[in-house]
């Protein structure tokens, strides 16, 4: 394990009133015509600073598009989505990339790692982004990978040598290692055994829910729903309704 002393993190933008993302009436189509498809029809969502909110749902539902609107990953049509205090429609391109870069955490789903790297230069590509010397950026990596359960050894593979589930816990380590005010998660246990798949989640909501930050899984994994702070059910396009707790799930269902 590498040891030395971190840079650190880069600055945040600071969050209002408490609420980290707030989505009202927010719309998505793909296509146009008879072929369009409304994946968001309407949205309203709001994620407070310092939970842990799942988005469940069936397949197709729309909860991927949401959060890759939320990410800044897709475009919206309508409505109104605040992240962080800030809206993607009113900054620049570059603006966008910085202000992502710096704040947003992204668990994709086909996870997205670069097959010509080991595990832990994956992992430190948000800090090299981020303009952190690699020696650093490693270093941060190392760490946060050893959390998920890497070895020395296993931090030198390349992902195409490693199982679907160390992949997965590549991806989350990338997610966590600059310190962002955002994680968004698409389905971050799918390739996880229970036990790992609850340590996993467990760091997840150590290290990215704090009062001024927020961490958003879609998931269909009923194993960790009981990390919830509160879950949000969607269906058709739109959040049909929040729960305050994953009891009053249990209870209503």
């Known amino acids: ?3 030395t002393q971190l840079p650190p993190a880069p600055a ?3 969050t209002p009133n408490q609420v980290s993302v707030r989505c009202a009436n927010v719309t998505k189509t793909f296509g146009a015509g008879r072929t369009a498809v409304r994946a968001l029809r309407g949205v309203n969502l709001d994620i407070r600073a310092g939970e842990l909110m799942m988005l469940v749902g069936p397949s197709g539902c729309g909860k991927t598009t949401l959060i890759s609107v939320i990410a800044g990953v897709l475009s919206r049509d309508g409505g109104d989505c605040s992240v962080l205090g800030r809206d993607y429609i009113r900054m620049s391109t570059d603006a966008t990339t910085e202000f992502r870069g710096r ?10 790692l670069i097959p010509a790297l080991t595990a832990v230069e994956n992992v430190s590509v948000p800090l090299i982004i981020n303009g952190i ?5 490693i270093a941060r990596a190392a760490e946060i990978l050893f959390k998920v359960g890497f070895d020395d050894r296993m931090m030198q593979s390349f992902p195409p040598d490693l199982s679907g589930g160390q992949q997965q816990r590549i991806a ?17 246990t799918s390739a996880l055994d229970s036990e790992t ?7 997840m909501r150590t290290l990215a829910v704090g ?15 009981e990390f919830a702070d509160r879950i949000a ?4 396009g739109v959040i049909k309704r929040v729960f305050d707790s994953p009891e009053e799930m249990k209870v209503e269902g």
């Open 1 to 3: 394990m590498i040891a």
């Open 12 to 14: 945040k933008t600071e």
């Open 103 to 112: 704040n947003i955490g992204f668990v994709f789903q086909a996870w997205n």
């Open 133 to 137: 010397r690699r020696r650093d950026a």
């Open 172 to 188: 989350i380590a990338r997610s966590l290692v600059h310190d962002p005010r955002l994680i968004v998660c698409d389905e971050p």
């Open 197 to 203: 798949g609850h340590k996993v989640v467990q760091l």
């Open 211 to 225: 009062k001024d930050r927020a961490l958003l899984v879609v998931t269909h994994d009923a194993r960790i729903f």
């Open 233 to 236: 059910q969607m269906d058709d």
